[in-house]
């Protein structure tokens, strides 16, 4: 059997140029039942990206926002977040959610 909530392989919306940070699906999604993956490789919720209801609250889940570098703690910096390039993928799967 189909199931005709179950999306695959969808190429997310949003300018990937490297700077641009928040991208959008086309159907709203069920937050614990969506993956994200970037060139091939499965990304972490919370660790490389939020997911976000781009509307506002109780519209439904339908963006996410991959973490940036950012520095940690004192004069050192270390990377923490995901590094991606015009012309990476950038490819979900999931439920359709319910608002």
Do not use: C
């Amino acid at each position: 059997m189909i199931n005709k909530n179950l999306i695959e392989n969808e190429h997310l919306s949003g300018i990937m140029n490297g700077v641009n940070r928040t991208f959008t699906t086309k159907h709203k999604f069920d937050k614990d039942h969506f993956q994200l993956h970037l060139n091939g490789l499965r990304l972490m919720e919370i660790q490389d990206y939020r997911i976000r209801e781009s509307e506002g609250s109780r519209t439904g889940f339908d963006a996410v926002i991959l973490r940036s570098h950012a520095p940690k703690g004192g004069k050192d910096y270390e990377e923490d977040g995901i590094t991606y390039r015009t012309g990476d993928q950038l490819i979900a799967n999931y439920l359709k959610g319910e608002v």
